[in-house]
């Protein structure tokens, strides 16, 4: 009997510094699961962060350090391909035939674009525009069906799909259309300081982050400073539009515990913030801490993480080679005689 061709997923962190509990708990912890019924790519996206400036020697520290998070997050690499973005030159090979796809109207168009043009005013980069069409290329690569990302990346996903469905209308078909997986909670973490505004890796402010490295007297300092909401029930811990800081907390308390946002109200009625505060701490500590030390112990074993990386990029290239030929050969440009 034929074997059943597993569906594929693929999805990748930028190494641009300490992942967040809102990289984790939107993107990463939800991979794991995916890895029993898809065949998945996890891919350190080290090509997207040049779009920021970064020190040489901490990209390539960060970049180590979240293969080994991948792994100490339960991404299993006998299960999955674990690469670095760079180490597959096919990601870049095919951005530039994408290029000549996408529009630059729709690229100026895209809300991190405008966000990140606004933050880092004096590095306007082309890389920063071209970014959701290296995204793009990194999906459309593996002929993914599936993306799991964080609610922030939406749109980026969709424009992958624009682009592989006007290719595929120019060139006939060539791209499998991809889709994004959105957990229904976990997609949002909002920053700790400012509840309208992402909890981001680059956020210039320590408070507003939770990473997944801090230690537990952080965890513990930053929660109990977390913007709460200032209307007339101050202490009322309740889930509403009208208290976003005290709600992302609420999200964050049941993401880590397993406990409903409900049943979490109940848990905390009548009881005072700094209480509820302590218990979110206790919560993200107890999630992180067995995380923490794994990821400690495998970043130290550099000869494993080549290993892996090694085996990860040559699984990884056997699919992106298939990919890259096709399209090099739709567009009509001369094969290599081997
Ligand atoms: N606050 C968040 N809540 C839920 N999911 C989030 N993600 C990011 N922030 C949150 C998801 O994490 C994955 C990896 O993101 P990325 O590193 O590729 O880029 P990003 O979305 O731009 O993340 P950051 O933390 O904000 O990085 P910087 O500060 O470097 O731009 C994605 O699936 C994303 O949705």
């Known amino acids: ?63 180590l350090d979240l293969v ?5 997050c339960g991404i299993d690499p006998e299960k999955s391909a674990l690469f670095i973005q760079s180490h597959v030159h096919e990601h870049s090979e095919l951005c530039w ?20 043009s606004k933050k880092h005013a004096d590095n306007i980069n082309m890389g920063l525009m071209n970014y959701p069409v290296l995204m793009a290329s ?6 993914t069906q599936y993306v799991p990302v964080g609610k922030d990346q939406i749109q980026h996903v969709e424009l992958a799909r624009d682009i592989a469905q006007r290719f595929n209308a120019r060139y006939s078909d060539t791209f499998v259309v991809p889709e994004c997986l959105i957990s229904k909670t976990g997609s949002s973490i909002k920053s700790l300081q400012d509840p309208s505004a992402k909890m981001s890796k680059s956020d210039p ?24 909401d200032s209307d ?10 009208d208290k976003p800081g005290v709600s992302n907390l609420l999200n964050i308390y049941s993401l880590c515990t397993g406990t409903s946002v409900a049943e979490a109200e109940r848990l905390f009625e009548g009881k005072g913030y700094g209480q509820f505060k302590d218990a979110v701490a206790d919560a993200v500590i107890s999630v992180l801490q067995p995380i923490q030390s794994e990821q400690k112990r495998l970043a130290a074993d550099k000869a494993y993480l080549e290993s892996v990386l090694k085996q990860g990029a040559e699984r990884a290239e056997h699919i992106a080679c298939k990919t890259l030929s096709k399209v090099y050969r739709k567009v009509g440009l001369v094969p290599k005689s081997r």
Not at 68 to 72: E, P, T
Not at 97 to 109: C, K, Q, W
Not at 138 to 143: G, K, M, S, V
């Open 232 to 241: 007339t029930d101050a202490h009322c811990v309740r889930y509403s539009a």
């Open 205 to 228: 402010n320590d408070n507003a982050i939770i990473t997944l490295t801090d230690d537990p007297d952080s965890i513990r300092r930053k929660l109990r400073r977390a913007v709460t």
């Open 1 to 63: 009997m034929a074997e059943e061709v597993k569906k594929r997923v693929f999805s990748g962190v930028q190494p641009t510094g300490k992942v967040t509990l809102g990289n984790y708990l939107g993107a990463i912890r939800n991979w794991t699961p995916l890895q029993e019924q898809y065949e998945c790519l996890f891919c350190v996206v080290d090509l997207h962060s040049l779009t920021v400036t970064q020190v040489p020697a901490e990209l390539r520290k960060n970049t």
């Open 68 to 72: 080994a998070l991948y792994i100490a």
């Open 138 to 143: 990194d999906i459309l690569l593996y002929q």
């Open 97 to 116: 035939i994408l290029d000549t796809v996408a529009y630059v109207g729709e690229l100026n168009r895209m809300t991190q674009f405008k966000d990140k």
